[in-house]
């Protein structure tokens, strides 16, 4: 095979526009013939394309198409990020490289017959048949019939072939030769799984004579007069030219040049707002849907239609957990409906251009687009960027095939409103070469690519994984250091609107400080809005020997050189269940924020669309006494234009003080006032809330017993020795103690960009022992009628300690107070994890509810989509089930919680303390955790299979806890989340209603 050479494919046709036509089309999608070689070398020339029989002892199989063959059960997927799992030599492919050949034997459709070989009517007239790859992984040779077709590259872009005179009626042999890597792989190096095959469709279709066989629209508006305009280049060869129709306008005209259309509604993302058109000649009718906009950037702001815009983004990758890279429409519109449903505004196709249909969806559903080009050469950074096929002119024409291909293909979607350039591909000639080429043929949209260094050939400034605190002096076009000159290209750059292209590094538990982030993009128009990396975690499902699914990573195929489950980093799982983080984004993004406040009797309401009113907003209120609505109703919806606020007054039922044990909660919803194509109406679009926090009730304490087992303080026995749970309501129980670690999540084990020189959180915990703390009995005595147990926990190696007062006092035979005092004692270096209290009982534990903050769980620096209520928890919802576990299981602001387990129920009340305090690290109340398993064992599991329940309830109430950060990928936990070691104390009533005969 011809696969190592810095070109484009070979004998394709040039790129054109995706066009829904009346002419004939023919799937060749299905079942086709398959066999694999170990390498080109090995790959047979035994004239398979074209034999009558292909002999299964010769390798033959049968694959689907579209399909990835290493997921159709030959050979392996592999997952690697920024390294080449292959020497860095390029052209050269690695020696070891599968090879796939397909083959199909088809008839052409009676429909497509008039185009079909030199007899076809249409074929002598100059209509031809034409054979499209939209998607080959990673280059193919094609033949038809014995006959060379042509080549690809770009695994993600369409190649179309002119097959008219290879092309016959009945038993055409299609044969397509593919090599999983190729020259082509320097350029697609993206993070993600190696994925070889046709995983996208194969079509045949006729291009008429006289036909159009490219045509582009351009929509515009004017925003000051609200007059639109088409701009109009048809290819076409029939005499009379093309005609343009766009029916709802009264618009027939000759598709060429522009035509003014006078008054338009504008698209938006908010409001996408499309007009059906056709362009057609008397043989070929083409469809479109146009969206009326104008993108232009006025001092360093990003304006769509003459007003800002805020990109509310995501980085979509094309995942499928069985299948790969293959597209579903199904799938996709469910996944672009549930970001609609997030607040999600704009998607960026990392790093390459999607399926086509997913841009008619963007354009119908309203996102505002990035698409990217199909070029990431990442893997030349490790080795200083030297020969980066960005630099060298050899690689020109690769370039600057792919940019026209990615942008002709989708030249006409709304949507799009930036090309990017592609993703992490250093800098250099060939880059500047595809930003002149995309701004000489479509000044239309801007250029996007975080790579240039300078933006001296871009059109927007884009950063990945900025800090805030830099991504706020760059909105105060503070670029330039202090003290610094400022060059021209400094100066050319604060003229840009600035965009994080990546940021909010969706890994595992995370990503925390997204809140930060939103506020500083409020305050500064320059920035234009930022991308959450990423949607969907790409976790690979495997069924194993006994038929069980797994989600597998980079490691778990066997790979040699991977990044093992750097590639589990998204809002939704590889199965789309939204990840707690996605409640998180629409929180903080959303379009409209709600501030209410108890005592001013008044609701803040932000309008913070961009384009739309209010008027398809409901807003409503209820009050929440202790777990009880009390009262609820409507509120009216003020008269607001985009980017506005008003205050609304609330009525006297909403504010007026109830006495209550626990809470009194002030909850506001924005909802859907009709249906919207994405969501039905009553869909909530937000919500806001204010908490006042009840005056609980201490109750009466009798003094505690000694017995002849120990030690009882209502239904706690204690240990005479240690203090020690023994039982607890008579089910075995352990603790307390003082707990100081978590489970790592995958931001613990990262360092954070910026600390760089420290190890990272989770390294910083283990080598301060507090994953193995351990402790002392100081005293156990009876005082006052209470039980009084000191302790001392500490990390092994270390003095720094945390001191503990347990002081028991019993209530009732069900009921016992236990009074927790926490202080640190010598030098404590090391944040903490959390500062909590542990115990354990002989018990599963089969659902929680509690009153704090919830359903989902959240950390300091998360949370904003978790709201205070009264939530019931299934056993299953305790802990999320992430690819890699990890500890995401708190849920904070508890002020009271029943534990059901096999034995009976366990409730949790905080009757007094610092974590009343609404000021506590945290906010008022604990942070409650109950696992099915100890904390050791989660962090010893690499997947989500081996998280074993034990049969017991491991719970934890924080008093602290430490935020989660970023540090995957950017900043760590931001200073104000770190958990210092500090005094804490807490009061709490445990209620048991237990039978020690089940356990469960
Ligand atoms: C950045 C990549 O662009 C993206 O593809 C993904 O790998 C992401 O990181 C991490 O998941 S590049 C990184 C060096 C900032």
């Not at 989509?865 to 708190?890: F, I, K, N, S, Y």
Request: net charge negative; hydrophobic share 40%; charged share 20%.
């Amino acid at each position: 095979m011809d696969i190592a050479r810095p070109g484009p494919g070979t004998g394709a046709l040039a790129p054109r526009a995706r066009l829904r036509t009346d002419a004939p089309e023919q799937s060749l999608d299905g079942t086709w013939s398959f066999r694999v070689s170990p390498s080109p070398r090995h790959a047979p020339d035994d004239g398979w394309e074209v034999a009558e029989r292909l002999d299964p002892s010769d390798g033959w199989t049968t694959i689907p198409v579209p399909s990835h063959w290493v997921l159709e059960g030959h050979g392996a997927p592999a997952y690697s990020n920024v390294q080449f799992p292959f020497p860095v030599d390029p052209p050269f492919p690695p020696e070891d490289n599968p090879v796939g050949d397909h083959r199909l034997t088809f008839d052409v459709d009676a429909d497509l017959l008039p185009w079909v070989g030199p007899q076809g009517a249409d074929a002598i007239a100059g209509g031809r048949a034409l054979l499209r790859f939209d998607g080959v992984e990673s280059a193919a040779e094609i033949t038809l019939n014995g006959t060379w077709v042509g080549s690809t590259r770009g695994s993600r872009l369409t190649h179309e072939f002119d097959v008219t005179a290879l092309l016959r009626p009945h038993g055409n042999r299609l044969a397509v030769r593919v090599a999983q890597f190729s020259d082509a792989s320097y350029l697609e190096d993206q993070d993600m799984w190696w994925l070889p095959g046709i995983f996208r469709s194969v079509t045949l279709l006729a291009a008429p004579s006289g036909g159009v066989p490219d045509v582009w629209v351009r929509a515009d508006l004017d925003p000051q007069t609200g007059l639109g305009s088409l701009t109009v280049t048809a290819r076409t060869d029939a005499p009379g030219g093309a005609v343009l129709r766009v029916p709802e306008l009264g618009v027939q005209a000759p598709a060429d040049g522009v035509i003014p259309v006078g008054a338009v509604e504008p698209w938006s993302a908010e409001h996408p707002r499309l007009y059906e058109a056709t362009v057609s000649t008397p043989t070929e009718t083409v469809r479109l849907r146009l969206g009326f906009r104008r993108v232009e950037v006025r001092a360093a702001v990003l304006l769509v239609n003459g007003a800002p815009i805020r990109l509310a983004g995501v980085n979509r990758h094309e995942h499928h957990p069985e299948r790969g890279r293959v597209h579903d429409l199904a799938w996709a519109r469910a996944e672009l409906l549930a970001m609609k449903q997030h607040n999600i505004n704009a998607i960026r196709t990392s790093h390459y251009p999607p399926h086509p249909e997913l841009l008619e969806l963007t354009d119908e559903l309203g996102f505002w687009v990035i698409l990217e080009n199909d070029l990431e050469t990442h893997g030349f950074e490790l080795e200083g960027w030297q020969r980066n096929p960005s630099d060298d002119p050899v690689w020109r024409e690769a370039y600057l095939d792919r940019i026209a291909r990615t942008v002709h293909r989708d030249k006409n979607h709304a949507s799009i409103v930036m090309w990017s350039l592609g993703n992490e591909a250093g800098t250099g000639c060939n880059l500047e070469a595809t930003a002149r080429w995309v701004h000489a043929f479509d000044p239309s949209r801007l250029v996007h690519y975080e790579g240039d260094p300078q933006s001296t050939y871009v059109d927007v400034y884009s950063q990945m994984y900025a800090p805030p605190d830099e991504v706020e002096a760059i909105g105060g076009e503070l670029a330039v250091p202090p003290g610094e000159d400022v060059t021209a290209a400094q100066l050319h750059r604060r003229t840009l609107p600035y965009l994080q292209c990546e940021y909010a590094h969706a890994m595992g538990h995370g990503p925390g400080g997204l809140v930060e982030y939103e506020e500083i993009f409020d305050r500064y128009p320059r920035i234009a809005g930022a991308f959450v990396w990423e949607w969907v975690e790409h976790g690979l499902a495997v069924v194993d020997e006994s038929g069980r699914r797994t989600l597998t990573y980079g490691g778990d195929h066997g790979e040699r050189v991977h990044d093992g489950n750097f590639v589990i980093d998204g809002l939704v799982s590889p199965d789309r269940e939204p990840r707690p983080a996605l409640l998180d984004v629409k929180a903080v993004m959303a379009p409209v924020r709600l501030r209410p406040t108890l005592v001013r009797d008044r609701v803040a309401v932000e309008n913070r669309y961009d384009a739309l009113d209010l008027s398809h907003v409901r807003l409503s209120w209820s009050r929440t006494v202790d777990g009880t609505v009390v009262a609820s109703g409507d509120l009216p919806v003020p008269e607001l234009g985009p980017r506005s606020s008003a205050d609304v007054a609330l009525p006297d039922a909403a504010g007026d003080p109830v006495p209550s044990r626990v809470a009194d909660v002030l909850t506001v919803l924005a909802v859907l006032a009709d249906d919207a194509p994405w969501a039905a109406a009553g869909h909530e679009l937000a919500f806001g809330e204010d908490v006042r926090v009840g005056r609980p009730v201490v109750p009466p304490t009798v003094p505690v017993l000694r017995g002849t087992d120990g030690w009882s303080a209502g239904p706690a026995l204690l240990d005479p020795l240690t203090g020690d749970l023994l039982t607890l309501g008579g089910v075995a129980a352990q603790g307390p103690t003082v707990g100081l670690w978590r489970a790592p999540t995958d931001n613990d084990r990262a360092r954070a960009w910026a600390e760089a020189d420290l190890p990272s959180w989770s390294e910083r915990w283990e080598q301060a022992g507090l994953d193995r703390a351990v402790r002392r009995v100081l005293d156990v005595a009876e005082r006052d009628g209470a039980l009084v147990v000191r302790t001392r926990t500490a990390g092994p190696m270390h003095a720094a300690a945390i001191d503990a007062t347990w002081t028991w006092r019993a209530v009732s035979p069900t009921a016992v107070l236990l009074d927790v005092d926490l202080e640190p004692v010598g030098r404590w270096e090391v944040p903490l994890a959390r500062l909590g209290i542990d115990l354990v009982l002989d018990a599963a534990p089969l659902g929680l509810r509690v009153a704090g903050r919830g359903p989902q769980p959240s950390a300091p620096d998360t949370g904003a989509g978790a709201r205070t209520g009264w939530h019931q928890l299934d056993a299953d919802a305790l802990l999320v089930p992430h690819v890699r576990p990890q500890e995401q299981a708190a849920r904070p602001g508890t002020l009271a919680a029943v534990l059901r387990t096999a034995a009976g129920t366990l409730g949790i009340d905080v009757v007094g303390g610092d974590p009343l305090h609404p000021r506590a690290p945290g906010g008022p109340g604990l942070a409650v955790t109950v696992l099915p398993l100890d904390r050791a064992d989660l962090a010893a599991a690499r997947h989500a299979h081996e998280v074993r329940a034990d049969g017991r309830s491991h719970v934890s109430l924080d008093l602290g806890q430490s935020g989660v950060g970023t540090a995957t990928c950017g900043p760590g936990v931001l200073p104000r989340y770190v958990l210092h070691a500090r005094p804490a104390s807490v009061r709490l009533l445990l209620t048991v209603d237990l039978d020690p005969q089940v356990r469960g």
